[in-house]
């Protein structure tokens, strides 16, 4: 609806984040058990610190400059960034190859209850998919909207340090860059189950 209208306002008071094989779609069903729209292809990554998810798209663009003017004639497009940025709370088999970038969590033979993680020894391309959905309940009526945003190809490119101490949780640090796969498809999109964008 076009002009000011404070239903269509979000806030994401509610959120999670999923990993899984490239290539992996998000799901366009809503039901009352968000788990079972994602079904089992798809990897709940558990809590993430309160600042939640920083989504972002930057463009580059190179001015074409001319002889005759001093302002740019034209723009050429030589660069776009689609990044999400958040921090895992918890360590476990989907979280730890996930911010390392690769590789799996094994039991250890002989060992019960005891595992191991190895950290290769060069950097290999990790290529998955992630996906997000978050909740918010309109102002206006009371009813709950849903947004999921799903990047297809991408991988981790940034991991933060991690901080061992006594006094805070220690903290996955990711962020996750989409990766452009055949031409013409997207590099992420959206699926939303809000009235407002009703025509």
């Not at 930057?58 to 002889?67: N, P, T, Y």
């Not at 094994?106 to 190895?118: A, D, I, L, R, S």
Request: net charge negative; proline share 4%; charged share 20%.
């Amino acid at each position: 609806m076009a002009g000011s209208n404070t239903s269509e306002i979000r806030i994401a008071g509610n959120g999670r984040l999923y990993v899984a094989a490239a290539g992996t779609a998000v799901p366009t069903a809503f039901s009352d058990t968000p788990t079972a729209d994602w079904g089992a292809a798809w990897k709940n990554l558990g809590y993430t610190s309160g600042e939640g998810v920083t989504f972002s798209k930057k463009d580059k663009l190179e001015a074409v400059d001319s002889w005759q003017t001093i302002s740019p004639v034209h723009f050429v497009y030589s660069d776009r960034d689609l990044t999400l940025k958040f921090t895992l709370l918890q360590f476990n088999e989907d979280t730890l190859p996930f911010f390392m970038g690769g590789g799996s969590v094994k039991p250890v033979e002989g060992g019960t209850g005891v595992f191991e993680y190895k950290i290769a020894d060069r950097a290999y391309a990790d290529i998955r998919a992630l996906g997000l959905e978050f909740t918010d309940v309109r102002a206006s009526d009371g009813s709950v909207v849903t947004y999921r945003f799903g990047i297809p190809r991408g991988q981790v490119t940034a991991s933060d340090d991690i901080k061992l101490g006594r006094k805070a949780p220690a903290q996955l640090g990711i962020t996750f860059q989409a990766l452009a796969s055949a031409e013409g498809d997207s590099l992420g999109g959206f699926v939303m189950k809000d009235a407002a964008y009703a025509v």
